[in-house]
């Protein structure tokens, strides 16, 4: 896969479309939570066996991300087409690293995007040894505490992009229940409002090929929906609950972002329609050839 890094901005109304939205799935409960059914709620990018690896990114990793990468990446206010991954605010700084698969790939430093698109030299941003070693001591570290539980790679996700279709995504009426989604403030504005031409990085619009060429191709847009669930063993990919969940709360880092109602939403059921339908396509070995880009 191409693009190395995950976030999205969506809206708050009508006017003024700002805010942001990271990933990782999670259970909860009330207007602003995301739930799921079936194999497709896992709970990826949290602390699995010790405080250590967070411990190491708070010290020595976020103050890299914050000082070179927040220009462009700010989670909450990202440059247009630039994904967001740096949190604003230390205290978010690790859960929304850890929630971008497209950043830390599958946790281990020779593939992590992190690492490998400091080598590539990206925007000429020079990075120490210190710098370096930090961010693969911390990959390290954060592998052993998921013990083990993360050997895939996002490779996973264009895999699993080959397995999504039209008709697919046509039957699970992904394009209506998304793009019609209304805020809760008494507005009614809807999804499709901000982000019918993948405005803010977000994909939502009642123009069923464009959004399915959108998050079937890029890779940006796919991971609003999917993401990899990186503690458990073997790696798979589900849906992308907590990232959505935290935009409808809206988590303390997005909060420029209006509320709404995800539990039980049509969105909702028509994502867990539409992976479900991919699942058994990647289970058969009947998915066509990855379409990601």
């Known amino acids: 896969m191409r693009n190395f890094l995950l976030a999205v901005i969506a809206a708050t109304g009508l006017v003024g479309c700002v805010g942001g939205i990271d990933t990782n799935p999670g259970p909860g409960s009330g207007s602003g939570s995301g739930s799921g059914s079936g194999s497709g709620s896992g709970d990826p990018g949290t602390v699995v066996g010790t405080a250590q690896s967070k411990q190491m990114f708070d010290t020595s990793v976020y103050p890299i991300l914050s000082g070179k990468c927040m220009g462009c990446h700010n989670a ?88 999504l279709t039209q008709t697919d995504f046509d039957t699970a009426k992904m394009a ?81 972002h209006g509320q709404f109602t995800l539990t039980n939403s049509a969105g909702m059921k028509a994502l867990n329609t539409f992976y479900t339908a991919a699942t058994a396509k990647l289970a058969a070995g009947t998915c066509g050839p990855p379409t990601l880009k």
């Open 76 to 163: 909450q206010s990202p440059l247009s087409g630039a994904p967001g991954f740096v949190a604003p605010s230390a205290t978010d700084g690790y859960r929304v690293a850890t929630a971008s698969p497209q950043l830390i790939g599958d946790l281990k430093p020779a593939d992590a995007h992190i690492l490998t698109t400091i080598a590539a030299g990206h925007n000429a941003v020079t990075y120490s040894q210190t710098d370096i070693t930090s961010i693969t001591d911390w990959l390290t570290a954060e592998l052993n505490a998921r013990a083990g539980g993360a050997p895939g790679s996002t490779d996973l996700l264009s895999e699993f992009s080959g397995c």
């Open 176 to 256: 209506t229940s998304w793009a019609n989604m209304q805020l809760n403030n008494g507005s009614r504005a809807a999804c499709g409002a901000c982000h019918d031409n993948f405005e803010y990085n977000q994909i939502a619009t009642t123009v069923s090929p464009k959004f399915f060429t959108f998050i079937s191709t890029n890779a940006v847009a796919m991971s609003q929906y999917f993401t990899l669930d990186s503690p458990t063993n073997p790696t798979k990919v589900i849906i992308n609950q907590k990232h959505l969940q935290d935009v409808a709360t809206p988590a303390p880092a997005y909060t420029g």
